[in-house]
Structures are given as C-alpha cells and as structure tokens.
C-alpha cells in the first residue's frame, strides 16, 4: 500500500513540474491519471475506512482539479476548465486558489459579476493587492459593459504605446432582424448620433501577419499561413465550446441560409446560460463556408490609427458584426483595437433603420461599384443610393460625366457640370446631392486640394465645409473627408477645432476619446 501512496505522490509530482514549465497538454495528461486513482482510493475507503485518510485524499485531489483548470484555461479549454474549478470548490469551497482561477477563466468571459464575486470571497481568505486588482478590473469592465461608456484617451495621447486597452463585451440598441434587402440583418432599436457606440466585442479569434511586398511568391505563402494558423484556431475553439459553435452555426454560409432563424440577442450576452446551447459537432466543411463569408479583415484607418506598420494585416471572426450588411451608403463603422472590433455609427441613425458597413470604397462610381460587388464579393447592391443611381445615371448627361470622370484630366470640369446638373434637377436634393458628390469625390478632391483648381472654379461648387457635410451625411462619415477638411482648414487659417471637424471625427473614430485625443487623430489621420 505504502508503493502505491509513493506512486501517487511521484504522479502528482510530475504533473505539477510539467505544470510549471507550461508543458499543458502533457501535465492533463498525468492529472487525469492522478485524479482517476485518487478517487478510486475514495472509492474503496467505504468498505476499508482505515485504508487512507480520506482527508488528505481530498485535499490532493482539491489541488489536482486546481491545478488541471489552470492548464485548461491556458489551452482556451474554458468549459472544462470551469467545471474543474467547480469540482474543486465542491471539495473546499473556500480554497483559495481555485477561486483565483475561476475568477480569471469568468474575467477572461465576460462574466464580470460573477467573476467578481469569486475574487471577494478570494479576498476574505487571504487580503491581497493582486485580489483588489482583480476587483477593480471587474468593475471598470462591469461598468463599459453596462453603459457602453468607453474611454481610450490616454492610450491615444500616449501615442497607442503600452499594453492595449482592456475592453468589455457591449451590446447597444440594436437587434438582429430581417433585412429587406435578404437574409438577416442588424437594426438600431433608437435613434443614436452620429459616434455613438453599437457593439464591442471580442473575436472569437484572430490570425495575424506582417505581409512581404504584395504580388510575389511570399507574400501569397504568408496570406495562406495565416489563414491557416486563423481556420485552426477556430476549428479549435468550437470543438471544446458547444456555445462556441453554436454562435458560430448560426451566420450565413452565403447559401441555401432560408431556413436560418433571427437569433435572440440574449444569446450573444457572455452570462447567456448553457440550456441555450445544444450539443453538436464540428463540421470542417460547413465552418469553412461560414469563416470564407463572414470573416473580416482588418481595415487600412484600423492599422493607421494605431500606428501599425502598413504591411500588417489581420483577419478575425466577430459574431454580432457578422450579421451588418454592405450598403452603399454605410452609416456605421469599425475600429479594431487588439482583438476587439469597435463598432460604432458614421452618421446620424434614426430607430429602426438597417446598421450597415462599406465592404469596399463607396465614394466611387455606380458603375465601379457594381463592378466591385460582383467580381470580388459576389452580390449586386440594391441600396437606396444604388436604386437612385440606378435611374440617373440612365440620363446621357450623366453618362457624359462620368465618361470625362473616366478619362480624368479635366477634374475640376466633372465637378463643376456634376453641380451645374444637380441644379437643374429639382429632384435631386439633400441626400441625393450628396449620394451623387461622393460619387465623383475624386474630382472635388482634386479642386479642394489644388489653390490653382479652387481660384479657377471655386465660385462653381460649394465650399469645403458644406461639401464634406452633405457627402458625410449621405454616405457616413469617412477618414478622407475628415483628412481633406482638417488640410484645407489648416491652409486658410490653421483652426481645425471647428464642431464640423469634431462631429466628422466622431463618425469616423467613434465616441471612444476626450476632445484633446480627438484632435490628435484628427491630425494624424
């Protein structure tokens, strides 16, 4: 009997060092071994009560369950690892370091109640600076996550260096319903202004790379290395989370999606309860199609803002951004920040109205629009901006612009005849003015940034500030017109601080920092 108490105290040796030198796989391997016999010894100590001290037993076996979820939450095995945790309190509800662990595996979720309740009673046990700084975590996210009140100003105003912010799981007004336009969709649930933040949230993982020069042989190796290391890592995850997969199961796979239900957004909360989930199986090929119609990469004003190398590039599953639709006059936008996606509107969204992004650059072009939606995503747009188009550009005044756009010497003169057009067309106002001005952007961007081109047919076309506006209004709000903006503000009197300039940025950046960053952006954009 005393061999077989060394061979356990050997096994549970093992297990630990292996433990210690972030060996995971192989330390599970042996608890699993230790655990099994240590509660074969608790078995038979029913019939034999003297055999073993059933105490001591208990207490290794407290420690080896600890020490197993520890593993497991480094592996991203949350679901064992917390069931693991909780075999262990069942032993000793208060020990200690399990409920450290479980803590961390909660934080880690989004569980950040219940994740603070585990580091009080932690706390009680043994008074700590670690646990405070756990509980103050807790409550800085519990409170972004409740209120959707993000602030990332002294990250910018450090110039993005440091560890990156920590972020909660936010859901704002929005729900998820059927689109006119196919399929399903994201709507607001009230009107919200231009910046007001929508959804952020985690990916459910992420592949990164710094790519070599587009076009060549390693470039083309790099991009499929990191897709590869991105598809793993989710076939991964949905195979050891049933929630997981099932959120996973639930976006469009681009084909034959009629039978998809509109999910409850209940679900996509992180305290969402197990019952919602079934158990079901991977299937490589069904994940596959979804990743390939879902997934994101992330964009240009992304790597920009953050101060990245323009050769980086990354590519990630979001649930909840997945379901926003493309339109050619997007009102929402993204920032990524670490492995969060930041979802906010780009202009004023009233309740009910569909939330959309711009898959690709809108201020083009109906044609080059519809030419890009097909080749390279597969769909025709049919967004208001797209049914009006639709019709104007029928007109042989139009097609007369946009095959001088086309052309391109004479910029200045497609937008000066764009608005001499508008004026004549006593339909076209407003909004469709400005659908038809982010159209050929390009020529007024071409006038705006040239004195000679403004002296020559500045009278002819609006000012800056109105021009920007009512593109920005009828398309969102986009880095290059705040870009134009603040240079022409800086050129005539060095003020870019202007409220036109701050509602633009918070379009384009979101309602993420204090006006003194803002400006910094504004600047750096």
């Given at each position: 009997?005393?061999?077989?108490?060394?061979?356990?105290?050997?096994?549970?040796?093992?297990?630990?060092?292996?433990?210690?030198?972030?060996?995971?796989?192989?330390?599970?391997?042996?608890?699993?071994?230790?655990?099994?016999?240590?509660?074969?010894?608790?078995?038979?100590?029913?019939?034999?009560?003297?055999?073993?001290?059933?105490?001591?037993?208990?207490?290794?076996?407290?420690?080896?369950?600890?020490?197993?979820?520890?593993?497991?939450?480094?592996?991203?095995?949350?679901?064992?690892?917390?069931?693991?945790?909780?075999?262990?309190?069942?032993?000793?509800?208060?020990?200690?370091?399990?409920?450290?662990?479980?803590?961390?595996?909660?934080?880690?979720?989004?569980?950040?109640?219940?994740?603070?309740?585990?580091?009080?009673?932690?706390?009680?046990?043994?008074?700590?600076?670690?646990?405070?700084?756990?509980?103050?975590?807790?409550?800085?996210?519990?409170?972004?996550?409740?209120?959707?009140?993000?602030?990332?100003?002294?990250?910018?105003?450090?110039?993005?260096?440091?560890?990156?912010?920590?972020?909660?799981?936010?859901?704002?007004?929005?729900?998820?319903?059927?689109?006119?336009?196919?399929?399903?969709?994201?709507?607001?649930?009230?009107?919200?202004?231009?910046?007001?933040?929508?959804?952020?949230?985690?990916?459910?993982?992420?592949?990164?790379?710094?790519?070599?020069?587009?076009?060549?042989?390693?470039?083309?190796?790099?991009?499929?290395?990191?897709?590869?290391?991105?598809?793993?890592?989710?076939?991964?995850?949905?195979?050891?989370?049933?929630?997981?997969?099932?959120?996973?199961?639930?976006?469009?796979?681009?084909?034959?999606?009629?039978?998809?239900?509109?999910?409850?957004?209940?679900?996509?909360?992180?305290?969402?309860?197990?019952?919602?989930?079934h158990e079901e199986k991977p299937d490589t090929d069904r994940i596959l199609k979804?990743?390939?119609?879902?997934?994101?990469?992330?964009?240009?004003?992304?790597?920009?803002?953050?101060?990245?190398?323009?050769?980086?590039?990354?590519?990630?599953?979001?649930?909840?951004?997945?379901?926003?639709?493309?339109?050619?006059?997007?009102?929402?936008?993204?920032?990524?920040?670490?492995?969060?996606?930041?979802?906010?509107?780009?202009?004023?969204?009233?309740?009910?109205?569909?939330?959309?992004?711009?898959?690709?650059?809108?201020?083009?072009?109906?044609?080059?629009?519809?030419?890009?939606?097909?080749?390279?995503?597969?769909?025709?747009?049919?967004?208001?901006?797209?049914?009006?188009?639709?019709?104007?550009?029928?007109?042989?005044?139009?097609?007369?612009?946009?095959?001088?756009?086309?052309?391109?010497?004479?910029?200045?003169?497609?937008?000066?005849?764009?608005e001499e057009l508008m004026k004549k067309w006593i339909l076209v106002k407003g909004?469709?003015?400005g659908f038809l001005r982010a159209s050929f952007w390009a020529a007024f961007a071409?006038?705006?940034?040239?004195?000679?081109?403004?002296?020559?047919?500045?009278?002819?076309?609006?000012?800056?500030?109105?021009?920007?506006?009512?593109?920005?209004?009828?398309?969102?709000?986009?880095?290059?017109?705040?870009?134009?903006?603040?240079?022409?503000?800086?050129?005539?009197?060095?003020?870019?601080?202007?409220?036109?300039?701050?509602?633009?940025?918070?379009?384009?950046?979101?309602?993420?920092?204090?006006?003194?960053?803002?400006?910094?952006?504004?600047?750096?954009?």
């Amino acid at each position: 009997m005393e061999e077989t108490m060394q061979d356990l105290q050997t096994l549970r040796h093992k297990a630990l060092e292996l433990l210690l030198m972030e060996e995971w796989k192989s330390s599970i391997h042996l608890y699993d071994q230790f655990i099994s016999l240590c509660e074969t010894r608790l078995s038979n100590t029913h019939s034999d009560p003297g055999d073993e001290n059933v105490s001591k037993i208990n207490k290794s076996l407290c420690l080896a369950f600890c020490n197993r979820a520890e593993a497991r939450f480094r592996l991203r095995d949350f679901s064992l690892a917390l069931d693991d945790c909780d075999r262990a309190l069942e032993l000793e509800r208060g020990h200690f370091k399990t409920l450290l662990c479980k803590g961390k595996i909660l934080l880690h979720l989004h569980r950040y109640a219940k994740a603070s309740d585990c580091f009080k009673l932690a706390l009680e046990l043994h008074k700590n600076t670690e646990m405070n700084g756990f509980l103050s975590r807790c409550k800085k996210l519990e409170f972004q996550s409740r209120t959707g009140h993000f602030d990332l100003t002294d990250w910018v105003l450090n110039g993005f260096r440091g560890k990156t912010p920590e972020l909660a799981e936010y859901v704002g007004p929005v729900q998820i319903k059927e689109s006119e336009n196919g399929g399903r969709g994201l709507f607001a649930t009230k009107n919200v202004e231009a910046g007001s933040l929508l959804v952020v949230t985690e990916a459910l993982a992420v592949g990164r790379a710094i790519l070599p020069e587009a076009g060549d042989d390693s470039s083309r190796s790099a991009h499929l290395a990191m897709w590869k290391d991105f598809v793993e890592k989710i076939l991964d995850a949905s195979a050891k989370c049933k929630r997981t997969l099932h959120l996973i199961y639930m976006l469009s796979m681009g084909e034959d999606d009629q039978d998809l239900k509109v999910p409850e957004m209940n679900l996509f909360r992180p305290d969402a309860e197990d019952h919602f989930f079934h158990e079901e199986k991977p299937d490589t090929d069904r994940i596959l199609k979804i990743l390939d119609v879902n997934s994101l990469t992330e964009d240009s004003v992304s790597a920009n803002v953050l101060g990245r190398n323009m050769d980086y590039c990354a590519v990630g599953l979001w649930i909840l951004p997945s379901f926003i639709n493309h339109a050619c006059n997007p009102n929402a936008r993204r920032l990524h920040i670490g492995d969060h996606i930041v979802v906010h509107t780009s202009r004023d969204v009233k309740a009910g109205e569909e939330i959309s992004f711009a898959y690709f650059d809108v201020l083009l072009p109906l044609k080059k629009r519809r030419e890009i939606a097909k080749t390279q995503w597969g769909f025709c747009c049919n967004c208001r901006r797209c049914r009006f188009e639709d019709v104007i550009f029928c007109k042989e005044d139009m097609r007369e612009i946009e095959r001088r756009f086309e052309s391109g010497p004479d910029m200045d003169e497609v937008a000066v005849r764009l608005e001499e057009l508008m004026k004549k067309w006593i339909l076209v106002k407003g909004t469709e003015k400005g659908f038809l001005r982010a159209s050929f952007w390009a020529a007024f961007a071409d006038v705006i940034a040239s004195e000679r081109l403004t002296r020559r047919v500045g009278r002819r076309i609006p000012a800056v500030e109105m021009l920007v506006n009512n593109a920005a209004e009828a398309t969102g709000a986009d880095h290059r017109l705040l870009k134009l903006l603040v240079e022409r503000l800086q050129k005539n009197n060095g003020g870019t601080e202007t409220e036109c300039v701050m509602k633009l940025a918070r379009g384009v950046f979101g309602k993420v920092v204090k006006q003194q960053a803002m400006r910094m952006l504004c600047l750096n954009v």
